[in-house]
């Protein structure tokens, strides 16, 4: 690319990349794309061209179009480009879905694990998926997201740190994936923080109450991972002299794992709520972000409100703890967020404008 042709490239690319995110949207004619995005009809008719070229977009038929008369084409992201996949590993089951570029769900399957499922045996089946989702969609896979219910370790390269919640914590699932597919590894709750903060600028602390304990810190957008990767972790945090896990054992509300499933008896929220709100107190007292969202299986409103209400017993300024809407959607929509970023930045990357 010579100096005189870079210019007008790069504009070309900058105009193909608005048509693109419009298109990821919904369908549109040439003349919705110029309108909308204040583009002339030529530059608009060029963009979609070009998107078509490198097989990113494709004209439609509607069904809802009149058959008389000139029709006006409608233009499409065509999902035959490549697919995003996302392999989420919790204590209960393992999630496999797979979505286009804009973000349609494609594949979403849930295989139910059990406290006997080993970590070879998740691997098996994470490389079976990989390999099933592409046979049943028929198109590249252009970058894969896995989410872990386990400490990811940054120091010294990725690796998953396995717990003695599940014995299948620890399963490689990163590793199945072909060997040219970029591949973004991190823990759920992470992911599940990203998933909640979406595109709003602030702070948020995603709280997670299930098998394990967990918070994910979302600061200006960005999440907080720290030097080794594993800030979040929760269950190591001192109560005392003993760490969280070993009050909650005290307690009666851990024995391999939390025993979350006992939550649903008020009864046993003071011997849970205790150790715990300390903990989170002194992390929101620290921090002290704009924004406190819990998520997991063992949480209802009225528990969410009882935990607010301990947290406020203990902190100087008061919180409001929100309960998440996201649910089991959250890790995955995080991780496929993650895996749409990276494959979008390769795509641009690599675009050719001619």
Same mark, same amino acid.
């Given at each position: 690319?010579?100096?005189?042709?870079?210019?007008?490239?790069?504009?070309?690319?900058?105009?193909?990349?608005?048509?693109?995110?419009?298109?990821?949207?919904?369908? !549109?004619?040439?003349?919705?794309? &110029? !309108?909308?995005?204040?583009?002339?009809?030529?530059?608009?008719?060029?963009?979609?061209?070009?998107?078509?070229?490198?097989?990113?977009?494709?004209?439609?038929?509607?069904?809802?179009?009149?058959?008389?008369?000139?029709?006006?084409?409608?233009?499409?992201?065509?999902?035959?480009? *490549?697919?995003?996949?996302?392999?989420?590993?919790?204590?209960?089951?393992?999630?496999?879905?797979?979505?286009?570029?804009?973000?349609?769900?494609?594949?979403?399957?849930?295989?139910?694990?059990?406290?006997?499922?080993? !970590?070879?045996?998740?691997?098996?089946?994470?490389?079976?998926?990989?390999?099933?989702?592409? &046979?049943?969609?028929?198109?590249?896979?252009?970058? *894969?997201?896995?989410?872990?219910?386990?400490?990811?370790?940054?120091?010294?390269?990725?690796?998953?740190? &396995?717990?003695?919640?599940?014995?299948?914590?620890?399963?490689?699932?990163?590793?199945?994936?072909?060997?040219?597919?970029?591949?973004?590894?991190?823990?759920?709750?992470?992911?599940?923080?990203?998933?909640?903060?979406?595109?709003?600028?602030?702070?948020?602390?995603?709280?997670?109450?299930?098998?394990?304990?967990?918070?994910?810190?979302?600061?200006?957008?960005?999440?907080?991972?720290?030097?080794?990767?594993?800030?979040?972790?929760?269950?190591?945090?001192?109560?005392?002299?003993?760490?969280?896990?070993?009050?909650?054992?005290?307690?009666?509300?851990?024995?391999?794992?939390?025993?979350?499933?006992?939550?649903?008896?008020?009864?046993?929220?003071?011997?849970?709520?205790?150790?715990?709100?300390?903990?989170?107190?002194?992390?929101?007292?620290?921090?002290?972000?704009?924004?406190?969202?819990?998520?997991?299986?063992?949480?209802?409103?009225?528990?969410?409100?009882?935990?607010?209400?301990?947290?406020?017993?203990?902190?100087?300024?008061?919180?409001?703890?929100?309960?998440?809407?996201?649910?089991?959607?959250?890790?995955?929509?995080?991780?496929?967020? *993650?895996?749409?970023?990276?494959?979008? !930045?390769?795509?641009?990357?690599?675009?050719?404008?001619?």
């Amino acid at each position: 690319m010579t100096d005189s042709t870079a210019g007008p490239r790069a504009l070309a690319t900058l105009t193909d990349i608005r048509v693109f995110d419009y298109l990821c949207q919904a369908p !549109a004619t040439r003349t919705q794309i &110029a !309108a909308d995005l204040g583009i002339s009809k030529p530059t608009a008719s060029q963009a979609i061209s070009r998107l078509q070229e490198n097989g990113l977009a494709s004209a439609i038929e509607r069904d809802n179009e009149p058959k008389r008369g000139r029709v006006p084409e409608h233009y499409a992201l065509d999902s035959g480009f *490549g697919h995003l996949l996302a392999l989420c590993l919790q204590a209960e089951f393992l999630q496999v879905r797979a979505t286009d570029l804009a973000g349609k769900t494609l594949v979403d399957r849930f295989y139910p694990l059990t406290a006997q499922t080993t !970590a070879a045996q998740v691997e098996q089946m994470g490389a079976r998926e990989i390999s099933r989702v592409a &046979a049943e969609l028929g198109s590249p896979l252009l970058a *894969g997201a896995v989410s872990q219910s386990a400490p990811v370790q940054r120091d010294g390269g990725l690796r998953v740190l &396995a717990t003695p919640i599940f014995p299948s914590s620890g399963a490689n699932l990163a590793g199945q994936f072909a060997g040219g597919v970029p591949v973004l590894l991190d823990n759920d709750v992470n992911w599940m923080a990203l998933a909640e903060a979406g595109e709003l600028a602030g702070s948020l602390m995603m709280i997670y109450i299930g098998s394990g304990l967990g918070a994910g810190l979302v600061i200006d957008g960005a999440l907080h991972r720290g030097k080794h990767g594993t800030a979040g972790e929760l269950e190591t945090q001192l109560v005392g002299t003993a760490n969280l896990r070993d009050a909650l054992g005290e307690a009666g509300m851990f024995q391999t794992r939390v025993l979350w499933e006992k939550l649903a008896d008020e009864r046993n929220w003071p011997a849970f709520l205790s150790p715990f709100g300390r903990v989170l107190a002194n992390l929101i007292g620290f921090v002290d972000p704009q924004r406190v969202v819990a998520i997991g299986p063992g949480l209802t409103p009225q528990l969410c409100a009882a935990l607010e209400s301990e947290l406020n017993s203990l902190l100087p300024k008061p919180v409001h703890v929100q309960l998440s809407t996201l649910g089991t959607e959250a890790a995955a929509r995080g991780a496929l967020a *993650g895996a749409r970023e990276l494959a979008l !930045a390769n795509l641009w990357e690599n675009y050719r404008v001619r």
